[in-house]
């Protein structure tokens, strides 16, 4: 036998084959037990006998690698999975087939003789699934999109639904909806070799949002667009940065590495490490979710390390390749940052209500004054300021506190999103706690309603950042402030409270 027929089938799709041979073979055995016609004995006799010989036979040939008996039901095996198998069987797949059919013409000569196939077939089908007999044979080989849905009811969270629902639509555009089992090591370093290429804006471009969908449902004309591929995606970005590469490459009078400094600021940014890992993760959840619905042979996911050599093996051998990305750094606020955006005029003194990039005499107490403030002093998530409600306000020990995360329908991430927290002495000194004891009911259930107001999606830090930002605009160019939207870093240091 040539060692290339053995090497054309890593042992992932043997086993998938040999799987899908089972469960063919089982499913004929179980249904001539539960619906076949009576035979006498003699009949039985007879055809016992033949089982017998027939396994003699595969176990002759099997000595001299001819495995031409268990060839059909392979191939049958295989054209359901998408397998094309080579002219030749390879001896590994072959080996292993014939051991599977004479274990399987014992069970079904035991049925013939008056026992429970299901019984008798119970360890064989142990050896490739977690299933029962039954639900083994009637349910076909785990999918990815089996994975995919098994994976949303596992982790059930909101935002464990988009990270899940991300890489499952990637993986099936690029491995297809392929029997899990089959998915190998080398597929999966193929598969990041070729993620480590979609454009950071990848899946942007569809022009589906909330206001194309109530269009739609309002039966008001939408403009259609061209739906793009994942691969289109790649194919447009990899042209965009050939243009590019090659333009610079043309230029005699620099050094490769003055051509590279060109080259960064026009090449297409490509998704972050921090990116891929989270969609390695997501990929281990799919093959979770396929252990939990009975697949014996469900992957490993690469680790990190081996994401990343699977990532430099496939870099090309340019002096100007650079894959360029735009991680997101969230560093803290400088002095001179912090300094400008407190004198601006939502601080010092505004026109009006409406106009609070203009400078004048009006100080309006609302989300814009607070929220910065408090994450300023107490740091916490920007959402969970903004969630405040009226009776979040608590006198302990005589000291005042904010209440977070303590009722029903607060969002926050863990059980120690549960806490109080004293409010400084600047926000104190501010007249933070007599603002909150001078709203009445009018004001509504929500310390700082303006901004809950202004979203239907519920996305209330995406909503301040865009109003505080279309508020200090103006004031923000002309006077070279900095840009509000970013408050992550805001915090003081503890010792500056």
């Not at 691969?231 to 003055?258: G, H, M, Y």
């Amino acid at each position: 036998m040539p060692d290339s027929a053995y090497q054309d089938m890593p042992a992932e799709k043997i086993t998938a084959v040999l799987t899908e041979a089972l469960r063919q073979e089982l499913a004929r055995i179980l249904i001539e037990q539960d619906q076949g016609p009576l035979l006498v004995d003699e009949e039985i006799d007879a055809r016992i006998e033949l089982l017998e010989q027939e396994n003699l036979t595969l176990k002759r040939r099997a000595r001299h690698n001819d495995f031409a008996q268990v060839a059909e039901p392979l191939r049958a095996a295989a054209q359901v999975l998408g397998i094309t198998l080579p002219e030749t069987i390879p001896s590994d797949l072959g080996r292993r087939a014939v051991d599977l059919f004479r274990d399987l013409k014992d069970i079904e000569g035991k049925a013939l003789d008056g026992e429970d196939a299901r019984r008798e077939a119970s360890p064989l089908v142990a050896r490739f699934s977690a299933a029962p007999v039954d639900t083994f044979v009637s349910s076909g080989p785990v999918r990815l999109s089996e994975c995919w849905e098994r994976a949303l009811k596992l982790y059930p969270t909101k935002s464990m639904k988009g990270n899940i629902n991300a890489i499952a639509k990637v993986a099936i555009e690029f491995l297809g909806d392929v029997p899990v089992a089959m998915i190998t090591k080398q597929k999966q370093e193929e598969f990041f070799a070729w993620m480590v290429r979609l454009p950071k804006s990848q899946g942007r471009s569809h022009g589906k949002n909330r206001f194309t969908e109530k269009a739609r449902s309002e039966g008001r004309p939408v403009k259609e667009r061209r739906q793009l591929t994942k691969q289109d995606e790649i194919d447009i970005a990899d042209a965009a940065d050939e243009a590019a590469t090659e333009e610079i490459r043309a230029q005699t009078d620099i050094c490769d590495l003055e051509k590279r400094a060109l080259l960064v600021e026009k090449l297409v940014p490509r998704l972050t490490m921090t990116s891929l890992r989270r969609n390695r993760d997501g990929l281990n959840r799919l093959f979770k979710a396929a252990s939990d619905l009975g697949c014996k042979e469900a992957p490993s996911a690469l680790s990190y390390k081996e994401v990343e050599q699977a990532i430099q093996a496939a870099t090309p051998d340019d002096p100007l390749y650079i894959r360029v990305t735009k991680p997101k750094f969230r560093m803290p606020w400088t002095e001179e940052r912090l300094a400008q955006f407190l004198t601006c005029p939502i601080y010092t003194g505004c026109a009006s209500e409406h106009r609070r990039w203009k400078p004048g005499s009006v100080i309006v107490r609302d989300a814009f004054y607070w929220v910065p403030l408090i994450l300023l002093t107490v740091g916490t998530r920007i959402e969970e300021v903004l969630l405040l409600k009226r009776n979040s306000l608590r006198l302990r020990n005589q000291v005042h506190c904010l209440a977070l995360g303590f009722t029903s329908e607060a969002l926050g991430k863990t059980e120690d999103a549960e806490r109080i927290i004293p409010i400084p002495q600047l926000l104190l000194g501010l007249g933070f706690v007599d603002w909150i004891k001078s709203l009445d009911d009018v004001h509504g259930p929500l310390l700082l309603p303006e901004i809950a107001r202004r979203t239907e999606t519920g996305k209330v830090t995406e909503a301040f950042g865009k109003a505080l930002t279309r508020t200090l605009g103006s004031y923000c160019n002309t006077k070279t402030g900095p840009e509000p939207r970013d408050l992550i870093g805001i915090r003081l240091p503890d010792d500056r409270i």
